[in-house]
């Protein structure tokens, strides 16, 4: 399996047919990934923990409108993702992890999907019959320490699990405009860099991006957004190759970079 980082928008991207990224999702399984994976581990940028925590849930997986304070039309709060968890493969996660070091991995047996989620799953796989399985994000680490996180989940790409980064190459509400107007400079100067160092194979950048990139903190305020490109890196192993495989913009300063990163073997 080749991993993912996959900008995941808004939630009103379920509804919105005019937006690029929806017909991206939509096209993921004859254009991006034909082979259908076991299971599903969604690295999330809508989960921030102080230790490394995987959704241990038995059944059905529910549906979190975690939208903090935005509104969006009432049909968006009535959608449901019930794909099924799996509790094996975050036995697995908390297994390798602990192995490597980043341990105690904690478990949740009641957290369900929040929308870094189900947003882009219902539209990549809208059957919602694929097991998945979130891993949260821990902030006050580094970009390195992500990265080698998913050097220590690499394994799981040999058993038939899909590992997708949930985040978005910007994001800084702050800078957000009207729809149509030009990108904000410091986003589309930090975007640029950013795919310039991926497809470049410089990760050592892109581990460093707050001192390496331009504007860096004006594009990631906070990198729980970020943190989650850095985990489906390095966990495509050594001499990993990335492919950007879409790339549009929201309100002029919210990328959507998506990116593709396949293994050197």
């Known amino acids: 399996m080749d991993t993912f980082f996959i900008s995941h928008g808004a939630p ?15 096209s993921w399984k004859p254009s991006i990934m034909q082979e259908a994976p076991k299971a599903i581990l969604m690295v999330s940028a809508h989960w921030d923990t102080e230790a490394p925590t995987v959704s241990l849930i038995h059944g059905a997986n529910d549906t979190i409108y975690d939208f903090h304070g935005l509104t969006f039309p009432s049909e968006i ?31 949740d047996k009641t957290r369900g999907l929040d929308h870094a989620a189900w ?11 694929i097991p998945v ?33 949930s985040g978005n ?3 800084n509400f702050q800078l957000l405009r009207p729809k149509g107007g030009p990108v904000v400079q410091s986003a589309s100067e930090f975007d640029a860099w950013l795919k310039e160092a991926l497809t470049d ?24 957004h970020l943190f989650p490109l850095h985990v489906a890196l390095g966990a495509a192993g050594q001499g990993a190759k990335a492919e950007l495989i879409h790339h549009s913009w929201t309100n002029c300063a919210i990328s959507h970079a998506s990116y593709r990163f396949t293994s050197a073997k």
């Not at 009103?12 to 939509?26: A, H, K, M, Y």
């Not at 968890?85 to 192995?99: I, Y």
């Not at 882009?120 to 019959?129: D, F, G, R, V």
């Not at 979130?134 to 799981?156: D, F, N, P, R, W």
């Open 12 to 26: 009103i991207l379920i509804t919105d047919d005019s937006n690029p990224q929806r017909s991206f999702l939509q």
């Open 201 to 224: 194979g410089r990760y050592d950048d892109v581990n460093n991006y707050e001192e390496k990139a331009p504007n860096a903190r004006l594009a990631h305020p906070c990198p729980d």
């Open 133 to 165: 399985c979130q891993l949260s994000v821990q902030t006050i680490k580094s970009a390195e320490y992500h990265y080698k996180l998913g050097q220590a989940l690499s394994q799981l790409r040999d058993e038939g699990v899909l590992i997708i980064g």
């Open 77 to 107: 709060y009535k959608l449901k993702y019930p794909a099924p968890g799996a509790p094996d493969l975050a036995q697995r996660v908390k297994e390798l992890l602990n192995k490597s070091g980043f341990g105690p991995v904690k478990e």
């Open 119 to 129: 947003v882009i799953l219902m539209l990549m796989y809208p059957e919602a019959k």
């Open 169 to 171: 190459a910007t994001h």
